[in-house]
C-alpha cells in the first residue's frame, strides 16, 4: 500500500484560508494514483471534498465549489488542497486517499484537522 502524510491544517477564522498537502510514497507509481481528499466529522461518515484523476481531472463537492482547489505534484509526489473563504462548517478533519484500480491501491492518511472558528 502507499503511505500517505497530510499536513498543514490548523485553526483559522473565518473567511480565511488553509492550505493542506499530502506527501505520498509510491515512486514512479504516484502518476497511476487518483488522489481525493475527504473530510469527517464526529458522528458523520467520510465525505469527498475533491478529487484528481491520474489524468488530471478534477472534481469537487458541490459545497466546497469555488472556494477549494486540489491539485498535484508529479515530481514531488504531492497532492494539494487549498482552501479559501473557509466557513465553520469546514471544520473537519481532512484524509488524503491515494486510489488505483489497476495496482489494487486503496490507501488513506491519518488526516490533518482543520478548524474555523472565530
Known amino acids: 500500500q502507499v503511505q500517505l502524510v497530510e499536513s498543514g491544517g490548523g485553526l483559522v477564522q473565518p473567511g480565511g484560508s488553509l492550505a493542506p498537502s499530502c506527501g505520498a510514497s509510491?515512486?514512479?507509481?504516484?502518476?497511476?494514483?487518483?488522489m481525493s481528499w475527504h473530510r469527517q466529522t464526529p458522528g458523520n461518515e467520510r465525505e469527498l471534498v475533491a478529487g484528481?484523476?491520474?489524468?488530471?481531472?478534477?472534481n469537487y463537492a458541490d459545497f466546497v465549489k469555488g472556494r477549494f482547489t486540489i491539485s498535484r505534484d508529479i515530481r514531488k509526489n504531492m497532492v494539494y488542497l487549498k482552501m479559501n473563504s473557509l466557513e465553520p462548517e469546514d471544520t473537519a478533519v481532512y484524509y488524503c486517499?491515494?486510489?488505483?484500480?489497476?495496482?489494487?491501491?486503496?490507501?488513506w492518511g491519518k488526516g490533518t484537522k482543520v478548524t474555523v472558528s472565530s
Open positions: 509510491g515512486g514512479k507509481w504516484f502518476p497511476m494514483f487518483s
Open positions: 486517499n491515494a486510489k488505483s484500480t489497476r495496482l489494487d491501491i486503496n490507501s
Open positions: 484528481i484523476s491520474d489524468g488530471g481531472r478534477t
